[in-house]
């Protein structure tokens, strides 16, 4: 599909139709028009307001920098967009999505993807019209960097530069404190059962409530319990009921896996999984679950003490790669916190579980565990890949690693050993894979449908959205050339009896510099609707869905 400026004006500071907020916040006034641009009916048109938007980059700036990897321009902004399609008039809620967009500070560039301070995008829909907005979030990073003009928190590979020695010695004091590490929420937002919407990322500290309406920064998310530690899963698993995550133990290697009810704050365990090898826990960015069983993987690239110590980072940041460890999967009983099952399985490097499920035999018996993952074939160049210098320089060269879905099969009767395999052939996503999303109905059941981001060689990003049928073994995938999607969300339609009967939403950056909010139709895979920003928007990470009340 050929991208397009709105009604065809590709060079101008603004889309020619996009309605805006003045800094009173009024919409300004709306011109009525229907014009079909490439099969899609165009609505919601409104006069452009000048004073809004930062110019785009130069073509100079476009060429060596895609909009992707290139520092949002401002610290905030508002304005309802046009819609190019027609939204479906049941989508009634907010998608909010979190991801790192400022990298940098002062003269002073980032090194990796995962060190930018957080940007928050929403995207409102109510009767098929949409507005969007961005803000930074006011962590207490953000806050020092802006003030005093440099780093001041370490970040994923960034650590602030000590004066002298004694500076550097008190540096390493407040890191084993906790006191020098992030709040930077950069990686995900979740909704609690209780209304409150968090964002996260792997530090503790680094939760931070915000107000879904407005974006702004409410204040710290505080765990009112004692069970202390610095850091976490990025990717607890949250449903109406409750909170589950696990807490790395980085003295007596394992893991907590713990559980908060809505409306407190107040973690409590469930039990505890000992690591089976290694000089310390397997990275745990995110985990899996079932009905009645929490999936905590234990993978051969661990967390180093030593590598946290350093004040540059080294090939693999905070982790090393420790094969001689092997790779484990244990299971817990989520009522009992007893340990049902723990296998070694092949060795795997994975950021993301896309979801589990019970095995059933034909009387209805669990015997095994299903866990499917973003797996990248143990290969752990992906966080080198991952480098903004790297992103930053496609030259054409195909240098995107492989990934596929890997499958683990755990049987629960007493084997020491499970499986790893692809659940598809990966040339069906065309074998890259990651930031997946599926029907939030079917959490720790058995699914068919899965929404991913794979590829389109040559390239060195993920740059397809795929839709996954894991019982015919296809995908689906939508590309466009020189686009850069985030995250494919799925919002599953209201009383829908279908598992794919629902919208994607995704983000998409040009390398044009532009940028827009995607809508394809979940089971056709085709697309639906588009709204064009008023200026490009840097790759986001992950989102939530906050319904309208």
Same mark, same amino acid.
């Given at each position: ?394 030259? #054409?060269?195909?240098?995107?690693? %492989?990934?596929? !879905?890997?499958?683990? *099969?755990?049987?629960?009767? &007493? @084997?020491? /050993? ?76 209201? #009383?829908?009896?279908?598992?794919? %009967?629902?919208? !994607?939403?995704?983000? *998409?950056?040009?390398?044009? &510099? @532009?940028? /827009? ?33």
């Amino acid at each position: 599909m050929a991208s397009m400026g709105c009604l065809g004006i590709r060079n101008s500071i603004l889309p020619a139709a996009v309605a805006l907020t003045d800094m009173s916040g009024r919409i300004n006034q709306r011109v009525t028009l229907k014009r079909n641009v490439r099969g899609l009916t165009v609505t919601n048109v409104a006069t452009p307001s000048p004073a809004i938007a930062p110019s785009r980059e130069t073509e100079s700036v476009v060429n060596r920098n895609h909009v992707a990897w290139t520092s949002v321009r401002q610290e905030s902004w508002e304005g309802e967009l046009i819609v190019e399609g027609e939204i479906p008039l049941w989508l009634r809620g907010t998608y909010l999505r979190n991801g790192p967009g400022l990298w940098g500070i002062g003269n002073y560039e980032f090194r990796h993807l995962f060190d930018g301070y957080a940007t928050l995008v929403k995207l409102r829909f109510e009767n098929g019209r949409l507005v969007a907005g961005h803000r930074q979030i006011e962590s207490e990073a953000y806050k020092a960097a802006k003030k005093n003009k440099r780093l001041c928190y370490r970040e994923f590979s960034e650590v602030p530069k000590a004066e002298n020695f004694l500076a550097y010695v008190g540096e390493l004091a407040s890191l084993f404190s906790g006191a020098s590490l992030t709040d930077n929420a950069n990686t995900g937002v979740v909704k609690l059962g209780d209304g409150r919407v968090v964002c996260l990322t792997e530090t503790q500290k680094g939760s931070i409530v915000i107000d879904p309406d407005t974006l702004d920064t409410k204040g710290k998310f505080e765990y009112s319990d004692t069970l202390g530690g610095l850091i976490h899963s990025a990717h607890p698993i949250v449903t109406d009921k409750e909170f589950l995550t696990l807490l790395p133990d980085l003295v007596n290697p394992g893991y907590l896996a713990v559980r908060m009810k809505p409306g407190t704050n107040e973690r409590k365990v469930i039990g505890r999984v000992n690591c089976r090898n290694g000089p310390a826990p397997g990275w745990v960015h995110s985990f899996p679950v079932t009905e009645h069983y929490i999936v905590v993987p234990e993978m051969p690239l661990r967390y180093c003490a030593q590598n946290l110590l350093k004040a540059e980072p080294t090939p693999l940041y905070k982790f090393e790669w420790h094969p001689d460890s092997k790779a484990f999967v244990h299971v817990m009983c989520k009522a009992s916190g007893k340990i049902v099952a723990s296998v070694e399985v092949p060795l795997f490097v994975t950021f993301h579980f896309i979801n589990a499920y019970e095995a059933e035999d034909k009387d209805g018996r669990v015997t095994a565990i299903v866990a499917d993952c973003c797996e990248h074939n143990a290969d752990t160049t992906i966080l080198e890949k991952l480098r903004l210098q790297n992103l930053r320089s496609f030259s #054409g060269e195909d240098v995107l690693p %492989d990934a596929r !879905v890997g499958r683990f *099969i755990i049987p629960l009767n &007493g @084997s020491p /050993y499970g499986k790893l395999e692809a659940a598809l052939d990966p040339d069906e996503h065309g074998r890259g894979l990651d930031m997946c999303s599926i029907n939030p109905n079917y959490l720790g059941l058995k699914y068919r449908y899965a929404f991913a981001c794979g590829a389109h060689r040559p390239c060195n990003f993920p740059n397809t959205l795929s839709k996954l049928d894991l019982v015919e073994k296809k995908a689906k995938n939508w590309y466009e050339e020189g686009a850069v999607p985030s995250e494919p969300f799925f919002v599953p339609r209201p #009383g829908a009896t279908q598992e794919d %009967d629902g919208v !994607v939403i995704s983000m *998409i950056s040009q390398k044009t &510099g @532009s940028g /827009y909010a995607l809508l394809l139709d979940g089971s056709s895979f085709k697309e639906i609707a588009r709204a064009e920003f008023p200026y490009g928007l840097p790759y986001g990470l992950h989102g939530c869905w906050v319904p309208k009340k």
